[in-house]
């Protein structure tokens, strides 16, 4: 008979749901883990695994030097008011301890030094180091049995559908970089010679991003002997006198009740998969399918359960978004997160005429599109263009550059579904239902623009952030090259997101809040399920999974009677 009561229950199994069940069992707490689906780590898995954290204990042996007094201005910037000064104190001071916890449990983190903040301008903004990026997870310390319980990442974490690839590799690769070609040499010769693994399992024996993470975080609740149950969506939560005292899940077909003594900790991520709460919270148009999230998953189920004991929902009307390419037999659509950023391409609406910076950070990007759509009705969906030029050097989505994979090896289903093509510009404004005139014109100034290396319209590659994913080849702008040599090529965006924002309100130690501001005692929220602690903006790459790891190591310490108490409390009275 399964045991129905435990100290801590925690819905979902992303990064910060697991952190706190680890971090709970090692307080001496019996915990419960409860997942929705049949697999293992939410988006987290399918994530790049990246990690925002100032001041870490990696910046040092970089050479760089941060405070926690630059990043709470710097984060108190970016959330414009929307969340509180508190909350983001207690992010900034308690993110590098949560790291060293990590370590410890054998999930350690190194930091990207050239990866700059996604606001280089703004004050208290870094050039890079703050975006960590996890040690490579070998995966037979999890054993391929629980292997496969691990969602699989993306296909765009893969090289040629198969080899996992970090941070560092990534952009070396798509900078082009001299010792590029090596780097690609050494993770084949490394992934074919690996019989013994291979024999056991097409999966990558190396773990690296979302996989790494999880695959880490997962080992570490085995180790711990943590209760999991699967396919267990959760129903409602259960209360007493106001206080929360359990969960109500549907398992095996049936509703179970499950008793929490201590708390319970939701972390079941965004409500991204939910197109009737999209379309309740969220700007127009909006589609689920839009997402690059698991499907299934993220419907929202326990922001409506903390919603009916009385918790706030907040910053509902924002996501963390990112535009998406649709590839068909997919079971999501993809993110194009830095392929943009590449010189030789741009981004127009349905008349042509560019309206954005296309190397700027993603939330940006998709914002952008919504905002030009309102005034030209021509954005949704918008149209990435770039020459046999960028065609020849660089991946795109699922297309790998022509020098490896020709136009004539590539799948004929694609043709017209993923990419379109034409010999001329006017021939692809054509299929593609883009203005002629102004798609020429807009093509014609990226050109000169590649020449004086000065984006007059919207400054693409004038700052740090642009120029991390730039061609180091390419002068005087590695973000900038010419549109000018046919066949010419486009790929249809989406706004899409890689999750929502928006969720219950938390204090800094994660206890959800009502609406006069009072916690509901035995009840905490972490990761998207939670209201974010950036606000409406994204500080930095890990800026997701960071927060939901930092607050699970907060909630933790609140549950068992030692909350984590502020060093900095004078930041607070002149902030």
């Known amino acids: 008979m399964e045991q129905n009561e435990f100290d801590v229950i925690?819905?979902?199994?992303?990064?910060?749901?697991?952190?706190?069940?680890?971090?709970?069992?090692?307080?001496?707490?019996?915990?419960?883990?409860?997942?929705?689906?049949?697999?293992?780590?939410?988006?987290?898995?399918?994530?790049?695994?990246?990690?925002?954290?100032?001041?870490?204990?990696?910046?040092?042996?970089?050479?760089?030097?941060?405070?926690?007094?630059?990043?709470?201005?710097?984060?108190?910037?970016?959330?414009?008011?929307?969340a509180s000064d508190d909350r983001i104190l207690a992010y900034v001071e308690t993110a590098r301890?949560?790291?060293?916890?990590?370590?410890?449990?054998?999930?350690?983190?190194?930091?990207?030094p050239s990866y700059a903040d996604y606001y280089p301008t703004l004050e208290g903004a870094m050039p890079g180091g703050r975006t960590m990026d996890p040690m490579d997870f070998n995966a037979g310390k999890l054993g391929v049995q629980d292997l496969e319980l691990l969602r699989p990442t993306s296909p765009g974490q893969l090289v040629f559908g198969r080899m996992h690839i970090?941070?560092?590799?990534?952009?070396?690769?798509?900078?082009?970089?001299?010792?590029?070609?090596?780097?690609?040499?050494?993770?084949?010769?490394?992934?074919?010679?690996?019989?013994?693994?291979?024999?056991?399992?097409?999966?990558?024996?190396?773990?690296?991003?979302?996989?790494?993470?999880?695959?880490?975080?997962?080992?570490?609740?085995?180790?711990?002997?943590?209760?999991?149950?699967?396919?267990?969506?959760?129903?409602?939560?259960?209360?007493?006198?106001?206080?929360?005292t359990g969960v109500v899940l549907r398992r095996n077909g049936q509703d179970v009740t499950v008793s929490a003594r201590r708390a319970v900790v939701l972390g079941a991520g965004g409500f991204e998969r939910n197109q009737s709460m999209r379309e309740e919270y969220l700007p127009k148009p909006t589609d689920q399918a839009w997402a690059a999230t698991p499907p299934q998953a993220n419907t929202g189920d326990a922001h409506r359960a903390g919603a009916a004991l009385g918790g706030v929902l907040h910053l509902m009307a924002h996501t963390w978004g990112a535009p998406t390419i649709h590839v068909p037999k997919e079971e999501k659509y993809r993110a194009m997160f830095v392929e943009r950023s590449m010189?030789?391409?741009?981004?127009?609406?349905?008349?042509?005429?560019?309206?954005?910076?296309?190397?700027?950070?993603?939330?940006?990007?998709?914002?952008?599109?919504?905002?030009?759509?309102?005034?030209?009705?021509?954005?949704?969906?918008?149209?990435?263009?770039?020459?046999?030029?960028?065609?020849?050097?660089?991946?795109?989505?699922p297309i790998m550059p022509a020098m490896a994979v020709p136009d004539a090896k590539l799948r004929k289903s694609w043709l017209n579904t993923v990419y379109w093509k034409g010999e001329t510009l006017e021939e692809l404004a054509a299929q593609i239902g883009v203005d002629a005139q102004g798609l020429v014109a807009s093509a014609r100034r990226m050109t000169e623009f590649a020449q004086t290396g000065k984006d007059l319209?919207?400054?693409?590659g004038d700052n740090v952030f642009d120029r991390y994913y730039g061609d180091v080849n390419v002068k005087p702008n590695p973000n900038l090259a010419p549109i000018q040599k046919g066949p010419f090529y486009a790929m249809k965006l989406h706004p899409g997101d890689i999750g929502t924002k928006g969720g219950l309100l938390t204090d800094r130690d994660a206890r959800v809040l009502r609406a006069d501001g009072q916690a509901i005692a035995g009840l905490y929220c972490v990761g998207n399920n939670s209201a974010s602690v950036m606000g409406p903006s994204y500080p930095g790459a890990g800026s997701t999974l960071g927060p939901a790891m930092t607050f699970a190591f907060r909630a933790i310490a609140h549950i068992v009677g030692q909350p984590i108490a502020l060093e900095h409390p004078e930041l607070l009275e002149s902030a």
């Open 10 to 82: 925690v819905i979902g199994s992303g990064a910060g749901a697991l952190l706190a069940a680890i971090r709970a069992t090692d307080a001496g707490l019996k915990t419960l883990v409860v997942e929705k689906t049949a697999l293992v780590g939410g988006t987290s898995a399918i994530s790049g695994g990246g990690i925002w954290i100032p001041d870490n204990h990696s910046m040092p042996k970089s050479g760089l030097r941060d405070s926690v007094q630059a990043a709470f201005r710097y984060v108190k910037t970016c959330a414009r008011g929307l």
């Open 97 to 112: 301890h949560m790291t060293r916890y990590l370590a410890d449990i054998g999930v350690p983190y190194r930091c990207v």
């Open 166 to 244: 970090n941070a560092f590799e990534a952009r070396s690769m798509l900078a082009r970089e001299r010792k590029a070609k090596f780097v690609l040499m050494r993770m084949m010769a490394r992934y074919f010679l690996d019989y013994p693994w291979r024999n056991k399992t097409r999966r990558d024996r190396r773990l690296t991003g979302g996989q790494a993470l999880v695959g880490g975080l997962f080992t570490a609740l085995r180790k711990r002997g943590i209760t999991l149950w699967l396919e267990s969506p959760l129903q409602s939560l259960t209360e007493q006198e106001g206080r929360v």
């Open 343 to 397: 010189p030789g391409c741009m981004v127009v609406n349905a008349r042509g005429q560019r309206f954005l910076n296309e190397s700027g950070p993603y939330p940006e990007f998709q914002q952008a599109m919504f905002a030009n759509h309102a005034e030209t009705g021509g954005a949704v969906p918008a149209w990435i263009v770039f020459d046999a030029t960028f065609r020849a050097n660089y991946p795109i989505g």
């Open 457 to 460: 319209d919207f400054g693409r």
